[in-house]
């Protein structure tokens, strides 16, 4: 398995309570890096000196997207990367121009990964162009 790129960036994280239904959600971020190889995509947090690795092969991603965040306040478009319906990993705060190289790069790794039959009929994989949808 051979590295391509690595990215550093944030982990966008979404906190419910389960105790209650009046608190709202806490979004939180942890830096880390985006590792990028030819069949995983990997994200290791880097926060007071704990280590949370995640790791996905590109054959399980269904959809690469660029999201417009959801914030009025959050400046920095959010990559989505969807792996079944509801389960999903999300990076943001990407360096400039980072954001659309590692769109780019995943991209064409996880559709690379896909059946043909499943590119070729649209059986159930989507991407999104650069420019969101």
């Not at 319906?85 to 190289?101: C, T, V, W, Y």
């Amino acid at each position: 398995e051979n590295l391509i790129e690595q990215f550093p960036c944030k982990l966008l994280q979404t906190y419910t309570c389960a105790h209650n239904t009046h608190t709202p959600d806490i979004q939180m971020a942890f830096q880390g890096t985006l590792y990028i190889t030819d069949r995983h995509t990997c994200f290791n947090v880097e926060e007071n000196e704990r280590r949370l690795p995640i790791m996905l092969e590109h054959k399980e991603v269904e959809r690469v997207e660029r999201q417009r965040p959801a914030r009025r306040s959050e400046k920095n478009d959010i990559l989505r990367m969807s792996t079944g319906e509801n389960k999903f990993i999300a990076m943001k705060d990407f360096r400039p121009g980072h954001l659309d190289s590692a769109l780019a790069l995943l991209e064409h790794l996880c559709e690379k990964e896909q059946p043909e039959e499943s590119r070729a009929m649209g059986g159930g994989y989507i991407l999104l162009p650069r420019g969101g949808a």
